[in-house]
């Protein structure tokens, strides 16, 4: 299932990838081994081996083994989570890294909106399901809101950071320079930031992903969530791991993408370059 | 050099003093400070740590304002920082998400120049410091030295009437100490720049400076001054050089002295 997404590069770096992915697959696949010999010496009746979730997702994706309510709907699931969290994601982005650039930056907002953050942060997402749904509706609205909520602080709370801890002497530089005032903002913090701000952005993206399970788990008709929580209603453990594997895939390659971005912006920086 | 001298000064210190509070207590960093700079003037102060030289050079790039007294730049009296007085810092400073090129594009670009006005000033002045083959390099690609030749060709770039140094090439190793030391001694000359500069060999203020301003500690003042006369360039193994250097070495050393009796 462990389909390769080529990045772009030449056929060198294509080859030294697989080289390097190599090494990587040692782990998942003594994993496997071990799950397969497990079901195969008996151990559980209830957990499914490798080869038939294997079946199974064959037919999750393309159908053609059992023709079933899922059969061939993996696509209508997945895009509509990627939906979801990219959505909630973006929207989190959007809010929170000018907030935390604020909040890094100007003291009074700082003393306004600090404190009362720090106190909504420990309430964990899954906490906020019920207000949300009250809040938001039964369904995909909510499920929304709730990634929007899991990526929302670490983003906040790294790019806040990232201001804060700017160097002093690259404010210093910049003043002598003739560069003062709030036109340090784009020459000054927001590079210096930047790779705070990446990291926020990397664990914000991976706790949607993270969220979206239990923001799918009730009154979601489609998504990866609903697929999981269906299939543990109907007892379906294959189709829950298929589910869990999917997550996992579209998680990881999420954040390639956004590793991606990050050695390109910050190729400047010796400690990003990855 | 002697016609520069009697210009008009281009930097005048009278009774600065800078007092800082830590803990409820106050700390007298600097007291009654007094100087005179005058345009293409290199001078150098000396000292041990805690004599106040850096406060001194941090009040003149205006990052502190005094406590007490008055810093006058042409005359005027120096709010804030400003292109006019580039400081090139012991850490470098430079802005490591910047090219060699952009980091010393910075300051005429931070004040609007033309695009073309910038990359024809940074050109020369990549050239002055020689580091046309690193242009394109981001500073954690740099040696240190190449990192303070960008630094310096920064302020220069910004068309800085002052260059305040503080301790620059302290992190260096010598045989780059030297190389640096001569390149400063070109591009001074050949610009006619004022350079405040702050260190605390012997040998590199006497290299360097017209004259050499004495600080000592507790609190950081200025003791006492000294010109030195020797012809440039300066051999550094010379007999002259020598008698210079002892000479001034004694002085720091009864500074010393009288203030531990």
Redesign the interface.
């Known amino acids: 299932m462990a389909t390769e997404a080529a990045g772009p590069g030449g056929g060198a770096a294509i080859a030294r990838r697989l080289l390097g992915g190599w090494k990587a697959l040692i782990v998942p696949a003594l994993l496997l081994l071990a799950w397969h010999l497990a079901i195969a010496a008996g151990m559980s009746r209830l957990i499914p081996s490798p080869a038939e979730v294997a079946r199974y997702m064959v037919d999750f994706a393309v159908g053609g083994i059992w023709d079933d309510a899922f059969s061939a709907t993996l696509h209508i699931h997945l895009f509509a989570s990627m939906g979801r969290v990219y959505g909630g994601f973006a929207l989190a982005a959007l809010v929170a890294v000018p907030l935390g650039l604020l909040i890094g930056r100007n003291d009074s907002v700082r003393a306004l909106l600090d404190p009362f953050l720090q106190m909504m942060r420990p309430i964990p997402v899954t906490a906020w399901l019920p207000l949300s749904m009250i809040l938001f509706g039964l369904g995909p609205r909510s499920a929304f809101f709730l990634v929007f909520l899991g990526a929302f602080y670490p983003i906040l709370l790294n790019t806040t950071f990232g201001v804060r801890s700017v160097d002093r002497r690259l404010f210093e530089a910049a003043s002598m320079l003739g560069c003062t005032g709030s036109a340090q903002f784009f020459r000054v913090v927001l590079p210096a930031s930047l790779p705070s701000i990446f990291t926020g952005l990397r664990l914000g993206l991976g706790l949607a992903w993270f969220v979206i399970v239990v923001g799918e788990m009730t009154g979601v008709p489609q998504g990866l969530g609903a697929v999981i929580m269906d299939g543990r209603t109907l007892s379906r453990t294959e189709l829950v791991i298929c589910g869990m594997i999917v997550i996992g895939i579209a998680g990881f390659l999420s954040d390639r993408c956004v590793v991606a971005v990050m050695n390109r912006l910050l190729r400047w920086s010796p400690s990003h370059v990855a | 050099m002697s016609s520069r001298m009697e210009e008009i000064p281009i930097l005048e210190l009278r009774g600065v003093g800078k007092t800082y509070a830590l803990n409820g207590a106050r700390i007298e960093a600097l007291a009654g400070a007094s100087l005179v700079v005058r345009k293409g003037e290199f001078v150098c102060l000396i000292g041990a740590s805690g004599c106040g030289k850096s406060t001194l050079l941090r009040i003149v790039?205006?990052?502190e304002p005094p406590s007490a007294g008055e810093a006058l730049m042409w005359s005027k009296p120096i709010a804030?920082?400003?292109?006019d007085?580039?400081?090139v810092?012991q850490?470098y400073?430079?802005?490591?998400?910047?090219?060699v090129r952009q980091n010393i594009g910075?300051?005429p670009s931070?004040?609007g120049l033309h695009r073309d006005r910038i990359a024809e000033t940074v050109a020369r002045f990549i050239d002055m410091v020689g580091l046309a083959r690193f242009a394109d390099a981001?500073?954690?690609q740099l040696s240190g030295g190449m990192k303070q030749r960008v630094a310096i060709a920064?302020?220069l770039a910004?068309d800085a009437d002052i260059v305040l140094m503080d301790e620059p090439f302290g992190a260096l190793d010598a045989m780059t100490r030297e190389r640096l030391q001569d390149d400063l001694l070109d591009i001074w000359k050949s610009t006619g720049l004022t350079v405040i500069f702050v260190t605390h060999s012997i040998e590199e203020a006497i290299l360097l400076a017209d004259r050499v301003v004495v600080m000592e500690p507790g609190p950081g003042r200025i003791a006492g001054e000294y010109r030195v006369e020797l012809p440039r360039p300066r051999d550094v193994a010379s007999p002259e050089f020598n008698a210079v250097r002892r000479e001034l070495g004694a002085r720091l050393h009864s500074h010393h002295a009288r203030k531990t009796t």
Do not use: I
């Open positions: 790039a205006g990052f804030g920082p400003a292109p007085r580039g400081m810092f850490d400073g430079l802005f490591p998400w910047l090219t910075f300051g931070a004040r981001f500073p954690h920064r302020v910004n």
